[in-house]
């Protein structure tokens, strides 16, 4: 099946940007994905980009896609202690079924 | 109210033992899906399901069965639940390219 691969952890101070990477290797992804999973909570879906968009902003979320090195970053500005969660980047490749999900990046703010 | 909710939240079972968790949506939607997370891993399918008639295997199928009961009911059962199927369970609908997941039910097998 397709890789996606992310960084276990993440600590930044608050007030700080985070920046939360992916890659993977599927070179048919049609959509890509950031989900936030708090404690004790399901997966929420936090924003998306289509593979013909190279960037895509969202209030404090920036989304930015190079599709050449497949590779998708998800910045958090002003990260607060409420953004503490796991992140996971996920890929939909042309007529896949399913979403195909990284390992999940535990995002920690420090007050 | 949840829109996709499955129960139980949490549940301990014993090696030999049969579960069944369920998932039930009042999305509407025709596709639904049973993950699990495993620490490290990420998610990994399960099973998934188009409509009432359509069954199909996931990434992950041995050991597990599910069931469509409707369109708004998809059960996945351990017929004889194994240690290493200790993990956190979730079920997910889809409409287009979004899939909505529900808050999964972490089963620990003794």
């Known amino acids: 099946g397709e890789d996606v691969e992310q960084s276990l952890f993440l600590s930044v101070r608050e007030g700080d940007s985070s920046v939360i990477n992916c890659t993977y290797t599927?070179?048919?992804?049609?959509?890509l994905y950031w989900y936030k999973q708090e404690p004790g909570a399901g997966l929420q879906l936090l924003t998306y980009?289509?593979?013909?968009?190279d960037m895509k902003q969202d209030q404090r979320l920036t989304v930015l896609l190079n599709k050449k090195d497949k590779h998708l970053s998800l910045r958090i500005a002003d990260t607060q202690t409420g953004d503490s969660a796991i992140y996971f980047c996920a890929e939909r490749g042309t007529g896949a079924n399913n979403l195909f999900f990284g390992t999940g990046t535990r995002l920690t703010v420090i007050p | 109210d949840a829109d996709v909710t499955q129960t139980p939240r949490n549940r301990i079972t014993k090696t030999g033992k049969r579960i069944m968790l369920e998932c039930s949506q009042t999305k509407g939607h025709d596709r639904m899906y049973w993950y699990r997370q495993d620490p490290g891993l990420g998610l990994r399918l399960i099973y998934y399901s188009f409509d009432v008639k359509d069954i199909n295997k996931g990434e992950i199928s041995d050991g597990y069965s599910v069931s469509r009961q409707a369109q708004a009911k998809f059960s996945l059962s351990l017929e004889s639940a194994i240690p290493n199927q200790t993990a956190l369970y979730f079920c997910?609908?889809?409409?287009?390219?979004?899939?909505?997941f529900g808050a999964g039910t972490r089963l620990s097998v003794l």
């Open positions: 997910a609908t889809s409409e287009g390219y979004i899939q909505y």
């Open positions: 599927d070179s048919s992804s049609t959509y």
């Open positions: 980009i289509f593979s013909n968009m």
